[in-house]
């Protein structure tokens, strides 16, 4: 049996006309597009234009506008002035200095008058202090060779008048400073050492009242009334005791 070879033959596509057609209508449709598009695009807009019309001042058309320059101060200058400055500073600190300095001077001068009257002043009290002692131990000594002894009780005294105590005792009671209250009226009595000038050489208590700041009031007062005063002879005793009473203050 014998094989019989058969020519090929294509199976024909159904609608391929109606593919194309419909392919070329698309692209008349896109080409349109684009034409209109492009068109479009290059076409200028309409604008609206207007004309601004403003006077121009004459001095603007004749003159060119100026631009104000700062104005630079020379160097020369600047340097002058700082040197100027810097002068009037050293002027002025010199001047501070100077009167600083003058202060000091007159400070230094009357802190030494000071000392000057001071050292005087002390140097005096001294000298007077030695002649005093001296005058002192020379009263003393004449009082302790004078004196034959001392009497005992208010008023008595050894070579003393009878109203010799009274006078002295008159003579501090004014001296007597003294507030307190005190009960009673108890009695101080002092023994007071002198030289024949009536010069106070020393004082003690011969008797206590029982009130210290009476007591204590009361020798004071002594001390403040010396010298005493001198005995009808002319020459104070030279040992002596006094009462003192705190209600005797008020009379004499």
Not at 91 to 110: L, N
Not at 131 to 154: D, P
Not at 207 to 223: H, I, M, P
Request: glycine share 6%.
């Amino acid at each position: 049996m014998q094989n019989v070879a058969y020519p090929y033959q294509p199976v024909r596509e159904r609608g391929t006309l109606t593919c194309f057609l419909l392919a070329l209508l698309m692209h008349l449709l896109l080409g349109v597009l684009l034409y209109y598009g492009v068109r479009w695009r290059s076409a200028a807009p309409e604008g609206v234009t207007a004309e601004l019309w403003d006077a121009i001042p004459e001095t603007a058309m004749t003159e060119p506008p100026t631009t104000p320059v700062p104005s630079v101060k020379p160097v020369e200058e600047e340097e002058a002035d700082i040197s100027l400055q810097e002068k009037q500073r050293k002027a002025e600190r010199a001047a501070r200095e100077e009167a600083q300095a003058q202060r000091e001077s007159r400070a230094r001068a009357e802190a030494d008058r000071k000392e000057a009257q001071r050292k005087a002043a002390e140097a005096q009290r001294q000298a007077s202090t030695a002649q005093r002692h001296s005058e002192l131990a020379r009263l003393q000594a004449q009082a302790q060779a004078g004196s034959a002894g001392s009497g005992a009780g208010t008023g008595s005294a050894a070579k003393a008048s009878s109203g010799y105590a009274e006078r002295v005792r008159q003579r501090v009671k004014p001296n007597i400073i003294f507030n307190e209250e005190v009960s009673g009226n108890p009695a101080a009595v002092v023994a007071v050492h002198m030289a024949p000038d009536g010069s106070v050489l020393s004082t003690r208590l011969a008797k206590s009242s029982g009130n210290a700041a009476w007591d204590s009031a009361v020798l004071r007062a002594v001390s403040r009334s010396d010298p005493l005063p001198r005995d009808e002879n002319g020459v104070a005793p030279a040992n002596i005791l006094i009462t003192f009473w705190p209600k005797d203050l008020g009379g004499s």
